[in-house]
């Protein structure tokens, strides 16, 4: 099955820097990279996703870029506000598999310091 | 639209006692999947349904059963509570179909198991 590595798991920063959290993945098959976003005692919400058939994509200060051949992902989000802080989960899935399970990472907590 | 609502929120067993879990959406979405989540482990999928009557086990089914008897809802029960099952218990559904597997996840219901 799908394994998903997440790191840093913990990253702190200050307000109006950039945080980058980096994901590995390991079945080749795997076409469908989201990312969650989950505020303290919330659910989790997805805030940017990315397909196999792209490189990268952006929504205002969030970024993600995909390296299939490298089996690597990555979220980038820029001039950090103290709202960023949260803890982000990765995840991987086969679009066209029977049940499109998500396989997450372990998560990052991001702390954007004032 | 209430989207994907839990109940209850919070519980509290002694070992060897059992509960069920009400996950509901009104989204009339096909898929559905049942997480808990642990402290540095991210989110685990224990049972998920690809649609009305169907279920099938994800990554860590032991000590857990589902239904699915109609689409809106999914039960996870617990038939005899262990400490090990004391965790944040997530649903969350998804469309199914053609389109892309964007999960909605439900508020949560913390589970304490002394």
């Known amino acids: 099955g799908e394994n998903v590595e997440q790191h840093p798991s913990t990253l702190s920063v200050q307000e109006g820097d950039s945080a980058v959290i980096k994901c590995t993945y390991s079945?080749?098959?795997?076409?469908?990279f989201p990312w969650y976003k989950q505020e303290l005692g919330k659910r989790p919400q997805l805030i940017i996703d990315?397909?196999?058939?792209?490189g990268e994509k952006k929504d205002q200060r969030i970024a993600v870029t995909l390296n299939k051949t490298a089996k690597h992902f990555s979220l980038h989000i820029t001039e950090t506000q103290p709202e960023d802080s949260a803890v982000y989960f990765c995840?991987?899935?086969?679009?066209?598999?029977?049940?499109?399970?998500?396989?997450f990472g372990s998560g990052t907590q991001l702390t954007v310091l004032p | 639209n209430a989207g994907v609502t839990q109940t209850p929120k919070f519980r509290v067993l002694k070992t060897g006692q059992s509960m069920t879990l009400l996950c509901a959406q009104d989204?009339?979405?096909?898929?559905m999947y049942w997480y808990r989540q642990d402290p540095g482990m991210g989110l685990r999928l224990i049972h998920y349904?690809?649609?009305?009557?169907?279920?099938a086990k994800g990554e860590v089914p032991d000590g857990y059963n589902v239904s699915r008897l109609k689409k809106q809802n999914f039960l996870l029960g617990l038939e005899s509570a262990a400490p090990s099952q004391t965790s944040v218990y997530f649903c969350?559904?998804?469309?199914?179909?053609?389109?892309?597997?964007?999960?909605?996840f439900g508020p949560g219901t913390r589970l304490t198991v002394l």
């Open positions: 989204m009339n979405h096909e898929y």
């Open positions: 079945d080749s098959a795997s076409n469908y």
């Open positions: 995840a991987a899935s086969e679009i066209e598999g029977s049940a499109r399970q998500l396989t």
């Open positions: 990315i397909r196999s058939n792209v």
């Open positions: 349904s690809v649609g009305e009557g169907t279920t």
């Open positions: 969350a559904s998804s469309p199914g179909g053609s389109s892309y597997n964007e999960q909605f």
